[in-house]
Structure formats: C-alpha cells, structure tokens
C-alpha cells in the first residue's frame, strides 16, 4: 500500500510540527481516535475505531517518529493492528512555509496483513488517503483557531539527540 499528498495549513511550520507532535492534538484531529499516549519523547501509542466498510473495528496503534528534522521533516515507522489484521510501514513528510502558510507533503508505504490484505489494494490505499485528508482539514481548522505560541500548541519541538 502506498500513500501521498499535501496539504496547505495557515500556520507556522513550528506550530504545524509541534501539533503533529502533541498527543493532545493528535486525539482531537485523528479520524476515529479514541486515545493517544506520548510513551517516550519520541514513541506513540494509541487506539483508532474505524466504522467504515471493510475495516470496522477497533485498532491498537504505535508510531515512532525518526529521522526529525525540526521543523523541516520527519520519518514515522508505525504499526496498526486489530482483529482484522496489521498494518506495518513508514512514513514521511516535510514542511515548508510559504506565503500562504505551511504545506505538509507526506509519502508513505506499508504492508498490510490478515484480512485486510483481502482488500482491493486501490480502496486500501484510497480509505487511507481519506482518513489522512480528514485528518489534516481537521489539524488546519485546529491551527487556524489556537494562537500561535507553545504554550497554547502544547509540546515542545521534539529533540532528536540522544543523552546519556
């Protein structure tokens, strides 16, 4: 399965980075998510349900950003599992400010297991996109009402080094 697209967001790349990063944000855009926890500073973990065909059902989710570049980029190794199957992959996306805002430009791949890989791959990958779109119209409407300032947005930007 694959995915991508972009999306324009009238934010600040710092405030759309920090939003994808912040599990509070994450809970309120996500379509169909019920909980999400931050289990490192870099480690998610959630709950999705999807009532849509083919896919209904509760799903356990873990993301982990890697390769983050803040505020320009970031990579996203995941996993959904349910009943009906899992979904392992990797995700990218970058984000650069322009006059109208910040544009987010994902791409993505991932293997789909039990069930699930019964799917049409094109459906698959075209609910995927849905949700992801839903997701991001949700995250703009978010931005555009909450002023600009971390401590509105939440989290800080996420550190990628390492200490010991």
Same mark, same amino acid.
């Given at each position: 399965?694959?995915?991508?697209?972009?999306?324009?967001?009238?934010?600040?790349?710092?405030?759309?980075?920090?939003?994808?990063?912040?599990?509070?944000?994450?809970?309120?855009?996500?379509?169909?998510?019920?909980?999400?926890?931050?289990?490192?500073?870099?480690?998610?973990?959630?709950?999705?349900? &999807?009532?849509?065909?083919?896919?209904?059902?509760?799903?356990?989710?873990?993301?982990?950003?890697?390769? !983050?570049?803040?505020?320009?980029?970031?990579? &996203?190794?995941?996993?959904?599992?349910?009943?009906?199957?899992?979904?392992?992959?990797? !995700?990218?996306?970058?984000?650069?400010?322009?006059?109208?805002?910040?544009?987010?430009?994902?791409?993505?791949?991932?293997?789909?297991?039990?069930? $699930? !890989?019964?799917?049409?791959?094109?459906?698959?990958?075209?609910?995927?996109?849905? &949700?992801?779109?839903?997701? $991001?119209?949700?995250?703009?409407?978010? $931005? !555009?009402?909450?002023?600009?300032?971390?401590?509105?947005?939440?989290?800080?930007?996420?550190?990628?080094?390492?200490?010991?």
């Amino acid at each position: 399965m694959k995915v991508q697209g972009s999306s324009l967001l009238e934010a600040s790349r710092e405030d759309v980075f920090r939003a994808i990063c912040d599990p509070a944000i994450l809970l309120a855009v996500i379509p169909g998510c019920d909980a999400v926890e931050q289990v490192s500073p870099t480690e998610y973990r959630g709950t999705i349900t &999807l009532r849509l065909p083919g896919v209904v059902g509760s799903y356990q989710t873990w993301v982990r950003l890697v390769d !983050a570049v803040p505020p320009e980029h970031a990579g &996203l190794d995941g996993r959904v599992e349910g009943a009906l199957g899992s979904i392992v992959g990797r !995700a990218e996306f970058t984000l650069s400010e322009g006059a109208g805002g910040t544009t987010i430009d994902y791409w993505g791949r991932g293997v789909v297991d039990g069930p $699930l !890989a019964r799917l049409d791959s094109r459906f698959a990958e075209g609910l995927a996109e849905s &949700l992801i779109a839903e997701g $991001l119209r949700a995250l703009g409407r978010r $931005l !555009a009402r909450e002023p600009s300032s971390p401590a509105s947005l939440g989290a800080p930007l996420v550190s990628t080094e390492v200490s010991e």
